[in-house]
Every structure is written in C-alpha cells, then in structure tokens.
C-alpha cells in the first residue's frame, strides 16, 4: 500500500514552489514545523477518497484504514490542506474498525492535531473532527471541547463551522437557546465579499442545522420555520451547481431530486411538519412551487440567463456568451435576499 501510494504521488501530485519536489514524502508523523503557506489539495483527493471506500467494500474497514492512515502521513508532511479531506474520511472508519478502540482513534487524532501546520486556519477544521469523535463517548464532553476551543480562538470566518457545530450539539441536548445563539453569531460572518461558492456552502450549511432545530419546535411558528429554512438548505444546494460554464451539473441535481435520489420529500422532519400545519394534503403542490422557483427562477435571479440555462453541449455560442459564462464564478453571492424572500412568501400562503 505505501508503495502504490509512493507512486501515485511521484507521478501524480504536482509540486507547488513552497513544496520540495525532490524530497520523497514520507510517513514519519514528527513534528509539521511550518516554514512555508500550505499547498492546497488538487484533484487526485477526491480520487484517493473514492479508492478508499473501494477498499473499505472489498477488503474491509481495517485495510482502509491503513490506506488511510499511509496517505495522511504524507498529507501531513507535504503540509497539504488534503490532510483534513483524508482525516475526515479516515475517522469515521476507524469507529468501525473492530481492531480500533475509541482510545486508540482519540489518541491518533490528537497526534495529527498536534502536529498540523498554524500556516493556514484551514486545518483548524479537524478540531470538528475531534468534537464529533468525542461526542461519541459524551456529548457534554464534545461541547465543553468545541467551547474550549473557540476560547483559544476567538469567533470568526475561521470557526465558522466550529460555532454551527456548538449550534448542533446544544440542538441535540435540547437546550435551542444555546443553538439558537451561536447559530446568530455564525450568521454575522456571512460577508459577500467571500467566494461565491464557499458563502453559498456556508449558507446551505447554516440553514440545515436551523431547520433541524426548528424541526424540534412544538409551535406553529417553529415548524413553519422548518419549512423556510428545510427550503432555503435546498434553494442554496441548487445554488452550489449553477455556473452556466457547467450548466449540466445543474440538471443532473435537478434530476436526482425529482427522482428522489436525493432531497427531502420522504425525511420525517418534512412530513410531520406538514401534518402539524395541517398541509399534508398540500404535499405536491407546495412541492411543485418550490421546485419550480429554485429550478426555473433562481437561476434568472442569481444572474443566469434563459439560453444559458438551457444550454446543450455543441450549441454555437459568440465569443462573447463564452466570456460571460467565464466570469460569472467570479461574479459576488448577492442575491439571498431575494430568495429567501420569495420562499418565506410562499411558506406563508399556506401556514398563515
């Protein structure tokens, strides 16, 4: 295994300026002192995450976790944001593996904490990580940890996702004063200056945690929050495959939620808050409206025009259709507003 991972990074990973090409990456776990800004992950990730599971389904957890454990090492050397990609795929198996205990995953863990590089605050994501592991023994334990945490490192677009985490785990305890709270001050570091895709990935994450705690609520506002908010997860998922330069993705998710591969329409959450609304009778035509809004006319909001959104490979196009289709990645996320407007208009013709 340590050699197929050897020559798939000889022949594979392409070395930046602030890596040394020449130095054959190793599996040595010393200390990650951190000279230089961390190489971001190509790629050849997502393919080695993939390879995983195909390990895990033909050879079983331990064999991944090995395949893991090796390729983690050499992240961890390379001080290649890819580590917390690998890690995040290397714990959870690792809970199944019948030759790890919880100690020995705790304690792997806390060795790749303490050695992660400070060059980028990427890497602070796996804190998360170790939050949910902990959670697993105790989820008092898992708060205190994550509270801990964001004492050393105050609040920020930093620990965005560390503060919604905290939001999660006090919905669990049912203690939705506390969710509630940090959930607000995750919400102050939506800026649209960020990247397009990574505000639209912090939004959608945002309004699944809150739909999950108003999902808990006993009142008729609270489940018509769910609603709003189970809605706007979906609108910003869509959201996330819009770019007319790869308009195709956007159709393929379009299909995986009218072919119920993907969505909502069946979770528990969904149909009981219909049925405490009284709506359940209204199930496919509040569907309808939705679908119809996030699929035909948020694109037209959020920038993307009629003969972009229905594109097909091979259809002539000016140059300047091509550049516009270029820039629109590049273009701010402004339009939530908007959105959100029009999908708590809707929620209200039929719960007010």
């Given amino acids: 295994m ?20 020449s130095t054959e990456p190793t599996l040595d776990l010393g ?20 390879q995983a599971t195909g390990i895990r389904r ?44 919880y100690s020995s995953t705790y304690d792997y863990l806390v060795d790749i904490l303490r050695k992660i590089p400070a060059a980028d605050p990427y890497f602070l994501n796996l804190h998360i990580t170790m939050a949910e592991l902990i959670e697993v023994k105790n989820r008092r334990e898992a708060i205190a940890y994550l509270e801990n945490f964001l004492r050393e ?36 570091f939506w800026d649209t200056g960020i990247n397009r895709s990574l505000l639209i990935r912090m939004q959608r994450r945002w309004f699944r945690s809150a739909a999950n705690i108003a999902a808990r609520g006993k009142s008729r506002k609270e489940q018509s929050d769910y609603l709003t908010y189970r809605f706007l997860e979906f609108a910003m998922d869509m959201a996330r495959v819009l770019d007319p330069a790869q308009i195709g993705d956007f ?42 809004f996030v699929f035909e006319e948020m694109p037209v909001i959020m920038g993307v025009t009629e003969t972009q959104l229905r594109y097909h490979p091979g259809q002539p196009e000016s140059l300047e259709e091509v550049r516009q289709k270029k820039i629109f990645a590049e273009k701010p ?17 039929y719960t007010l």
Avoid at 33 to 50: C, F, K
Avoid at 253 to 265: A, L, M, P, T, W
Wanted: aromatic content about 10%.
């Fill in 31 to 50: 200390p990650a002192v951190s000279h230089t800004r961390p190489r971001r992950p190509d790629a050849d990730v997502h393919r080695l995450m993939i």
């Fill in 153 to 188: 490192h105050p609040p920020s677009a930093d620990t965005y996702y560390h503060l919604i985490k905290l939001g999660d785990f006090y919905g669990n305890e049912g203690e939705m004063h506390k969710a509630r709270e940090y959930l607000q001050r995750a919400k102050t």
């Fill in 58 to 101: 033909e050879k079983g957890y331990t064999e991944a976790v090995h395949f893991l454990k090796d390729l983690a090492g050499i992240y961890l050397q390379q001080e290649n944001t890819a580590l917390v990609t690998c890690i995040n795929k290397l714990i959870p198996y690792m809970k199944k593996d019948t030759e790890e205990t």
């Fill in 333 to 349: 996320f402004t339009e939530l507003d908007q959105i959100e407007q029009h999908i708590q208009q809707l929620i209200n013709r």
């Fill in 251 to 292: 159709h393929k998710r379009k299909d995986q939620y009218f072919n119920k591969v993907r969505g909502f329409e069946e979770q528990e959450s969904f149909l009981c808050a219909l049925d405490f609304l009284g709506i359940q009778d209204k199930k496919a035509e509040v569907l309808g409206k939705v679908y119809g």
């Fill in 2 to 21: 340590l050699e197929f991972l050897r020559k798939w990074f000889s022949g594979n990973v392409r070395h930046s300026g602030n890596t040394k090409a």
